[in-house]
């Protein structure tokens, strides 16, 4: 995922800055060491297994910022705050996350059965501090995330 | 931990549940926005999954909402159905169960 020894002072890989991309940003720390997805960095001693290490070579071709989301996760995106009070799951709205995920490893062909369609599954932590697995599913025909969640530990 | 749910009488949370081909999802709409919020509460929304199918919980009630999220149609069987009885009410999570926001 990094290109060099020092990944929390690594820059954007897309050349990103919470100032270029405004609220997708708000709540990002650094990229996270090791190739562990999410907000936060994993507790001391857990060395995040070996999904994503930042020995993987995947080049980086699906860019975050590229992609869309359907209509449906829009709009549950969107269903709850419209007093401005919460967001729920606020990982779906930082591209950091998605291109973390993205970049950890090669994904696979969807075992759902969606057409054209490639799925991650990466453990990292939200931002509750919560271990689990990032679910992401993208349309590669229509660069469309389908589906993105967090599955608790 | 195997998980278990309870019924009670109540209103069913009104809306229209549709399948949209093009995203390969099901969609919820409620009926009355207020409603759903006032069932989330302040605790917010998590999910149970059912592969990428999601059946959204209110966190501090634990009542099952609606269900919502990407089911490949391509995946499905086809066959007779046959619609089960049914009436009116909440289903909610019940034990102890402890639900956090995602």
Known sequence: MFTNDDPLNEEDPLGLT??????????LEAPDP????????????NSGGNVGSKENNN?????????????????????YVKDGARIDRPYQRSVLTIQNIIDSGDPVADP????????????????????GTYELVVNLKTMTILHFGFVGK | ?????????????????FYLESEYSFRFEAGSPVDLSDRVGNGGVTSLLIGTLQIEV?????????????????????????APSQEAGVVRLSGDVSLNRE
């Open chain 1, 18 to 27: 919470p100032e270029a991309d405004g609220e997708m940003f708000n709540e």
């Open chain 1, 34 to 45: 090791d190739g562990w997805a999410g907000e936060t960095e994993p507790e001391e001693g």
């Open chain 1, 59 to 79: 080049d980086t071709k699906i860019k975050a910022t590229e992609l869309k989301v359907t209509d449906t996760i829009q709009q549950e995106m969107e269903k």
């Open chain 1, 112 to 131: 759902g059965g969606a057409p054209d369609s490639v799925r991650w599954d990466v453990r990292g932590y939200n931002e509750s501090d919560n271990e």
């Open chain 2, 1 to 17: 931990m195997p998980l278990e749910f309870s019924a009670s009488e109540g209103d069913a949370l009104g809306g229209l549940l």
């Open chain 2, 58 to 82: 209110s966190v501090d009630s634990t009542a099952i909402l609606y269900i919502w999220g990407l089911h490949p149609k391509s995946r499905w069987e086809t066959g007779p159905v046959t």
